[in-house]
């Protein structure tokens, strides 16, 4: 089993920015990628950014030259940080992790203000 913690998440500022954290643990060893989704009320859940074990990063496109995802593997802790935020990015953020399963944390609420 792997647990996720997400944090930092909170209400910003159009053109803001945020960062967010999801620290691991459990069996973290068994964990390949890590990322991020979010979900906007009444929308599906949405892939925003992944990072493999090795520190391949994958973004969608509404959100690339603006967040950048990181990982400490030492930590077991993935990060988002988000710059120029835009209200259309107010959503819940749900961290996510792969191993021999899907697991998500219990998600942070992100709210831009125009």
């Known amino acids: 089993q792997v647990q996720l913690v997400e944090s930092g998440g909170g209400l910003v500022q159009a053109g803001g920015s945020l960062r967010l954290s999801c620290a691991a643990s459990?069996?973290?060893?068994?964990?390949?990628?890590m990322g991020w989704f979010h979900q906007a009320p009444g929308k599906q859940r949405e892939l925003v950014a992944t990072?493999?074990?090795?520190?391949?990063?994958n973004y969608a496109d509404s959100v690339k030259g603006r967040f950048a995802i990181s990982r400490d593997n030492a930590k077991n802790t993935v990060y988002l940080q988000m710059h120029s935020l835009e209200p259309e990015d107010t959503a819940v953020y749900y961290c996510?992790?792969?191993?021999?399963?899907?697991?998500w944390g219990q998600g942070t609420q992100v709210t831009v203000s125009s």
């Open positions: 996510y992790a792969t191993s021999f399963r899907v697991y």
């Open positions: 459990g069996n973290i060893f068994s964990i390949n990628t």
């Open positions: 990072i493999t074990t090795g520190g391949i990063t």
